[in-house]
């Protein structure tokens, strides 16, 4: 192999799988946090976010244009009632159009340290400068 099993590390932020957030993809853009609390909250209790008290669903947008971009993250508070989402839902249709349902991969928590360095600022990615030495470096 070409050693890529070290990938997805680098720019400090490890992803890690969620176990009881899931990714939803295909979503039609005019679908609101109530289409989807009530569509995916038939098969498992919807989390509720204790400081805003409504239930934990994140709508994505696009950065340019502020328009939905058809996915969601939708928060169980169950584990099980999440994979059971996936298995359910996935490739079914939302209003007239199939869905991808997988799980959610979310920024691994830092380790114990809440605000502990995550490795130096700027300049961090000083691992790609190695390879320019072929520039006529004879």
Known sequence: ??????????????????DNQIFVQGLPTDATEEDIAQFFGSIG??????????????????????????????????????????????????????????????KAPPGGMRGGTVGPPRGGFGGRGERGDFRGGR
């Open 1 to 18: 192999g070409r050693g890529g099993g070290r990938g997805g590390s680098f720019g400090g932020v490890e992803k890690v799988q969620s």
């Open 45 to 106: 209790v919807i989390k509720n976010d204790r400081k805003t008290g409504k239930q934990r669903i994140f709508l994505y947008t696009d950065r340019n244009t502020g328009l939905p971009k058809g996915e969601a993250t939708v928060t169980y508070d169950d584990p099980s009632a999440a994979q059971s989402a996936i298995q359910w839902f996935n490739g079914k249709d939302f209003n007239g159009k199939p869905i991808k349902v997988s799980m959610a991969m979310i």
